[in-house]
């Protein structure tokens, strides 16, 4: 019943990483667009899927390089900005990292009788 030689164990494992990535970081991505969201899971889909065809589990070392960056980033890039890395407070000095504007209350609001007709 469980076999773990399977495609579908690697897709399993990739989907948990960015479940749990997104259930516990997500507020660091929370401005950005969510078909970038979507473009990164499925390209890192691909591209482990693709290692492990040929590598085989050797791939799952990739994964684990992989989780360094993102250590590095908010265990000492965010701390050294003043930010927190695992709450990403406070938001105004993070959002000027990341170049997002502070203003998110202010943003104006587009409703669907203000666009223009063609």
């Known amino acids: 019943m469980w076999q773990t030689n399977s495609l579908?164990?690697?897709v399993a494992i990739v989907t948990i990483f960015f479940l749990l990535g997104h259930i516990?970081?997500?507020h660091f991505e929370e401005r950005s667009p969510k078909w970038r969201k979507v473009l990164k899971y499925i390209v890192t889909l691909i591209v482990m899927l693709s290692?492990?065809?040929f590598w085989g589990r050797?791939?799952?070392t990739v994964i684990a390089f992989a989780v360094?960056?993102?250590i590095y980033v908010h265990a000492?890039?965010?701390p050294r900005k003043g930010i927190n890395g695992w709450t990403g407070e406070p938001k105004s000095t993070y959002y000027d990292f990341r170049g997002w504007s502070k203003d998110i209350f202010k943003e104006p609001i587009v409703k669907a009788n203000d666009?223009?007709?063609k």
């Open 8 to 10: 579908w164990f690697d």
């Open 58 to 60: 050797g791939a799952f």
């Open 51 to 53: 290692m492990s065809v």
């Open 115 to 117: 666009l223009p007709v």
């Open 68 to 70: 360094l960056p993102v």
């Open 24 to 26: 516990f970081l997500g």
């Open 76 to 78: 000492v890039l965010l």
